[in-house]
Structure formats: C-alpha cells, structure tokens
C-alpha cells in the first residue's frame, strides 16, 4: 500500500485527555479515531492489525477442533430470561423492544444462543464433545469508557463454547483451550499470565484470566515465583502470617507515643484493658497515639447485606494494616453488601463510629481468617476507648471466612514463597461453567444408558482490541509503537528519502513491487514530503522493518532499521530479502 494512497491520519500531539500509552499511540499513529465514548473506528492500518489477531486466533481455535460460526448481537429476552441474567444484570445490558414491542438485548456474551442451539441440535452422547466458536461484536454500556480502547462500549471477541458429556470431560476441553491460548498470546508477541479469577456474572466454579503485564494496566495480580501461583487481587488468598502481631511491636516506637508518655509505659497488648484514646477514630490516628504498629489492631466495619427486603447489619473484622476485599465479603455473604451509615451503627452497634468493637456486639460477625489467633487492639464500644488483650475466642459467634485483599510481600498461601504484584491487561478469560446454562435452558442429551443429563459447558473468550492495545502497551518507545512482527499493520515501512531523485524512485518502486511478490507486506512511503516527516511517521506507525531508500540507491544499497532495537546497516539490494526475513523471524 503507498502512503499516498492510504488513510494514514498520523497526529504530533498526543490527545486531549488520554492517559494511556496505548490510547495516544494508536490516535497519532493514525490507527483509530473516537466516534463517541467508548466507541471508536478502526481506520485502514489499525484494522489490519485487528485482522492479524483474527486469524491467528481462527488458526488455533481450527488447531484444537473448534468449529467457527456466527451467532447474532440481536437477541431476544426471552433467552436471557430462561437462563436468569436477563435481571441478574444490570445497566451494563442495552435492552430495546423492537416495532412489535418484544424486549430485545444487544448481546454482552453468547452463552444462552449457545445453549438455545445445543437443547435443539445435541441428542446423544454420540455427539459430544462439540467446540464451537466465533468472531462477534459485543456492546457493554460501560459505566466508564476510558483508556482508548481498552474500555470500550462497543468491542470485538473471539468467544468459543465447549459442550461435554460430563465436568470429567470438560477439563480436557478446558486444556486444549489453556493450549490454544498459551500459543496466541505468544503469537501476538505479548508477555501474558494465566491466573486464578472470579466468575462473576459468567457463573460456574472454576474461571482463569490471562493477564498482560503493563504499568498502565487497569487490573493488579499478585503471583509467586516458587510454585507459580498467580491470581487477579479481587481473588488471591495469602498465606498465614508467620507470628502474631506482638511479636512486632516497636518498643521505641512505644514509649516515644503519647498514650506511653501520659502514663509512664508501653501498651501491653496482651493484657485486657480500656485504653484512653481521646479524638482517635482511625487506625492511624490510635496507632500513632498508643505506639502500636497497625497489624496490632482489628479493624471493625458494620456493613448492611443487599438482598432485598429487610436485614439485619453485620459486623465485619479484618487486621487493621489489612484491607476489606468487597468481593470476597460477598462470597462470605451470598449477596452484595454496602457500608453502615453512622446512625445505622449507632442504631446496631450503640456507639459511634470509630470506637466500634467485636467484644461484645450483637451482631453477626464475619472474620478474616487471620485474625484466629493473636490479641489485639479494638474499639470499646465506648466513646474516646480502645481495648487490649482483644481475641477472637471472645467472639463465639465469628465465622471466618478469607475477607482480605492479598498484597505482593505476603506469604504465599502454597509454598515458602513471597508474592510479588503487578499491573495487568486483561486480555482473555476462561470459564468452567458446567451445568448453570443448560439446567434452567433444557440443553440436554441422552447417556449410553438412555437416562437425560445435562450438557457441562465451557466458555472461553478473547478481546482483539484488548490485545492490540496490550502489544502497544508492552511495545513502544519515545518515538511510537514498535509492533511485534506477527500482528503489526505490515512488515516492511519502504521509505523514499528523496521523491524528485529519479534514481531513488526507480530503486524504490523496484523494490515495492519486488517484496510484495516475495510474500512481505510493504506500506511505502512514496510522499513528495521532507524525509523528517516521513521519518517520523515510520516510526509512530511501528512496523518491525523499515528500508529506507536514499543516497546510496545509485550504488544498489539501502539502509535497514530494526524498528524495535534501532540498528541500521546498510544491506545490498540482492541481499535485502534474506535479511527481512531474519530481522522479521526475532521481531
């Protein structure tokens, strides 16, 4: 394709408003522009690279079996009504009704048309297994479309569908998609990381998500190197703290404190006593005030469960350096849950909040599982009082529960091991649904015995967009992107310096016709414009390979840059195909 000819848009500032390296690279370099929020157009070279990630992703879906088809975004309620999501959703969904008033939803996932056709096309064990799968556009009225496309409303997905005889045979179906996955990725030229995820609306009890690492990334993870354990913060359990909280107490710290100055010695954590803590609401203000370190006290929380109808306040614990996973809490709850008011835990608990206690309360409690041994400081339930000498045995009622968000520096929960963290794109994500679709949806087959059971599913989707803005992400420098070979726009940017010398435009002409028929994609550069310019845009757009024709085109040389590393040499025009191909098979 000649430059002269193509919708190349590049801009030199970055937009207004873009934080993400990805979402400013993409709009200068002339890839995508913005329609609306969380809606954007794909031009001619950001297409490319979408169709690039296509088909590598249709080469290892067809590698392991899948059978590709289309399914519609249009689909009627009445779907989403059998399997239940249909109000188990809520405004991310765009719902319509259509001229004869039938509810309609433009669809977020396909799991129910899957499920509609299996209940009508699979009868028999015979049958099974089935992999399905599809290139399909999703809309998701995002709540907070940012970060170009990263976070879209509108957005393209790879989504498969395994169909088994039994959750036995949907661990294999599962393992030939983590196969499948594994090679895309790396395709792609990413540097990625299964990990353990939460399920959420999906359903089902076992779902992974493929992580690529990025400092802007909108997720955390935290993993250990020793035994490779890796989950996304919303689902990672640490391990047990090796001792309990006295055995860290800064006897410096201590007596240098106000509460230790006013009456002469240190606070004894393991003693039970009320302590005077006048004006100390926060955990920061009391540990600063008796001398304490943080992961000395219990962090009381009274949260009020959502379920609809009346219900009764819950007392919740967690370490005081430690904070509140919300969606663990949930899981422990069976429902979701929003913070007390200060009159509803004055009207639960008595007191204000601040001074709030587990020792005594009337409430039920919920703890965070570290805190079974240990003593610890906590609200008296007593205006201006904290207490000494607090443990959970004081708590008959406690059920414990892992309530924390996990942060890198803490034990593993497998091994000997440290996690460490990390900023992530999700890009892909993996579930073991089992029965949750096909039950209420009637998918069902008949056994080698002729007794009906239900069909066990797997869902298993890619975001395109998710991964270009990934490989962006990961590969880009202070001059643009720096595309990996197998899903940049094209590999070869040709550049002719001089567009009036006769000799280099023959030589480059030559040449572009010359690659093309060799199997390299080769955007040119054949502008009448200042070579800085077209310099400037080589490198923006980020091709692996750029072959600039310049003043040596006379003796039959050219200059060869590797995009990514910025070598140049100058290669001979008969030997300038072998070296594309050695540059293109590292990039």
């Known amino acids: 394709m000649r430059v002269s000819q193509l919708l190349l848009p590049t801009v030199k500032e970055d937009p207004a408003g873009a ?24 031009l001619p070279a950001g297409w490319r690279v979408m169709q690039k990630i296509e088909q590598i992703i249709r080469e290892e879906m067809d590698a ?17 009504q059998e399997s239940g999501r249909w109000d188990a959703i809520g405004e991310e969904m765009f719902r319509l009704k259509d001229r004869k008033r039938t509810d309609m939803a433009l669809a977020m996932t396909h799991e129910e048309v899957v499920t ?35 976070r879209t409303r509108e957005f393209i997905m790879k989504d498969s569908y395994s169909l088994d005889v039994s959750e036995e045979a949907l661990q294999e179906s599962y393992r030939l998609h983590v196969g499948a996955y594994d090679r895309i990725y790396e395709r792609c030229g990413l540097s990625f990381m299964m990990v353990e995820g939460d399920s959420g609306m999906m359903g089902g009890e076992i779902s992974h998500e493929y992580m690529a690492f990025a400092d802007a990334g909108e997720d955390e993870i935290v993993f250990c190197r020793e035994c490779g354990y890796a989950s996304n913060v919303e689902t ?9 909280p006295a055995s860290e107490l800064s006897p410096t710290g201590a007596a240098d404190a106000p509460f230790a100055e006013a009456i002469g010695a240190p606070v004894d954590l393991l003693a039970e006593a009320e302590l005077d803590t006048p004006g100390c609401r926060t955990i920061e203000q009391v540990a600063s005030y008796l001398g304490l370190p943080a992961r000395a006290f219990v962090k009381a929380l ?35 849950s929003r913070m007390a008011t200060p009159e509803e835990v004055l009207a639960a608990q008595g007191i204000e909040p601040g001074f709030v206690g587990p020792v005594p309360t009337p409430l039920p409690v919920y703890a965070d599982e570290v805190l079974r041994l240990g003593h610890y400081v906590a609200g008296a339930n007593k205006a201006g009082f904290h207490r000494s000498g607090v443990t959970l045995e004081q708590v008959p009622q406690a059920v414990f529960a892992d309530l924390r968000d996990a942060r890198p520096g803490d034990p ?24 949750k679709y096909s039950v209420p949806m009637g998918a069902t087959f008949l056994d080698e015995d002729g007794k009906e059971r ?72 054949d502008r009448d414009m200042s070579p800085g310019i077209k310099f400037k845009d080589a490198d923006l757009l980020g ?20 995009r990514a590393g910025g070598e140049r040499r100058d290669v001979p025009v008969a030997e300038l195909a072998a070296a594309l191909t050695a540059l293109l098979g590292q990039a």
């Open 543 to 562: 091709c692996p390979a750029q072959v600039v024709v310049g003043k040596r085109a006379a003796e039959g040389f050219v200059e060869l840059k590797e």
């Open 64 to 80: 392991i079996g899948c059978q590709e088809m289309l399914m519609p975004v249009l689909q009627p309620a009445e779907l989403w």
């Open 19 to 42: 934080e993400a390296v990805s979402h400013k690279l993409m709009i200068r370099a002339g890839l995508v522009r913005q329609l609306a929020a969380g809606i954007y157009v794909f």
């Open 116 to 150: 509609w056709l299996a209940a009508r096309e699979i009868h028999s064990y015979k049958q099974l297994p089935q992999l399905w799968y599809h290139f399909q556009t999703k809309e998701r009225d995002e709540a907070r479309p940012k970060s170009g496309i990263l």
């Open 412 to 435: 593993c929960a497998r091994c000997s091991g440290d996690l460490e963290g990390a900023r992530v794109i999700e890009v892909g994500n993996i579930f073991q649904l089992g029965p």
């Open 236 to 244: 990672a359990v640490a391990g047990a703290d090796p001792e309990p």
């Open 302 to 336: 009274v949260v009020v469960p959502e379920g609809g109808g009346e219900v009764r306040p819950v007392m919740v614990l967690v370490r005081g350096d430690h904070e509140l996973n919300e969606l663990k809490l949930e899981h422990a709850l069976g429902g979701p």
């Open 454 to 525: 239900p069909i066990v599913m797997g869902s298993y989707g890619i975001g395109l967009a998710r991964i270009a803005a990934a490989a962006v992400e990961q590969h880009h420098d202070d001059n643009g992107i720096c595309w990996p070979a197998g899903i940049a726009p094209f590999h070869v940017h040709l550049v002719l310096v001089r567009a009036s010398d006769a000799t280099q435009r023959a030589l480059a002409d030559d040449l572009y016709s010359q690659l093309g028929a060799e199997g390299f994609e080769v955007v040119y550069d």
